[in-house]
């Protein structure tokens, strides 16, 4: 059984291929390299291979693939009763690549007693530069011109791979999930990757799947094309619909 010790170191270009995903480590879950850079072809090629880079500030850069995969197929989300309520209510307003830099910036904020965060400023300035070159985007909440929810990742062919959400209002980062899912729906994107499960994910829709499952829709080593900003066309829908099965 391989062990930390075990664990590959990434080699200095950026350009050198990643261990396969089965090497993973079996735990802690997903654990699959350390060392490397964040530039964009690096993390490119991470993400269309269904790899991610997780680390805190003082540790090496750690890469990750865990299995099971949590995932969302985005015409499957549920909203709540009470969160489809708020979102019909008006009260926010929702844009596409508007506030790219805000919404990473909040999600990198400490939360309630967790005083550390692994959205590093490495990581903060990689991702605005992958937003930059059209592959990162963000969907906002608004709650009177003030910024009160959010959501970012990255596209890469059929799947959109989910990063952080932040919420400073009841509901506004589901709000920012649904639209999101909406938008990738309008998109014939297939799969909203969320990493890791958790009970909130799992109450929105998301199940888990078999790394060999989800690799099924990841683009590998074909040429992706950034899509853009998304701002341009975004149109949130008026109402959303309560749907069977969610609470």
């Known amino acids: 059984m391989k062990t930390l010790l ?8 950026p350009a050198s291929p990643f261990p396969a995903s089965s090497e993973a480590l079996a735990a802690p879950n997903g654990l699959l390299a350390w060392g490397g850079d964040l530039q964009p072809r690096r ?47 008006g009260v926010f307003e ?11 910036e909040k ?3 400490p939360r309630q007693d967790d005083a550390g965060t692994w959205i590093t400023e490495e990581m903060l300035a990689a991702y605005t530069k ?14 009177e011109s003030e910024l009160a929810g959010g959501i970012y990742g ?21 709000v920012a999930l649904v639209a999101l899912c909406d938008e990738l729906v309008s998109r014939s994107m297939k799969l909203l990757d969320c990493q890791v499960s958790n009970p909130h994910l799992m109450r929105m829709g998301a199940v888990e799947i078999s790394r060999a499952a989800f690799e099924t829709f990841l683009p590998g080593s074909q040429t992706i094309r950034p899509g853009g900003s998304w701002s341009p066309g975004f149109k949130p829908r008026m109402r959303w619909a309560h749907r069977p099965g969610s609470r």
């Open 6 to 13: 075990d664990l590959p170191r990434l080699d200095a270009d």
């Open 43 to 89: 993390l490119l090629n991470a993400y269309a291979h269904g790899i991610f880079p997780w680390y805190s500030e003082g540790q090496p850069l750690l890469w990750w693939s865990p299995a099971p995969r949590c995932v969302i197929y985005p015409d499957r989300v549920h909203l709540s009763r009470r969160t489809a309520r708020r979102y019909n209510s």
């Open 94 to 104: 929702l844009t596409a690549d508007q506030a790219f830099e805000q919404v990473i």
């Open 107 to 109: 999600c990198a904020a």
């Open 130 to 143: 992958l937003h930059q070159m059209g592959y990162a985007h963000s969907i906002e909440v608004w709650h």
């Open 154 to 174: 990255l596209s890469l062919g059929a799947v959109f791979f989910g990063e952080s959400m932040f919420s400073h209002r009841t509901d506004a980062s589901k």
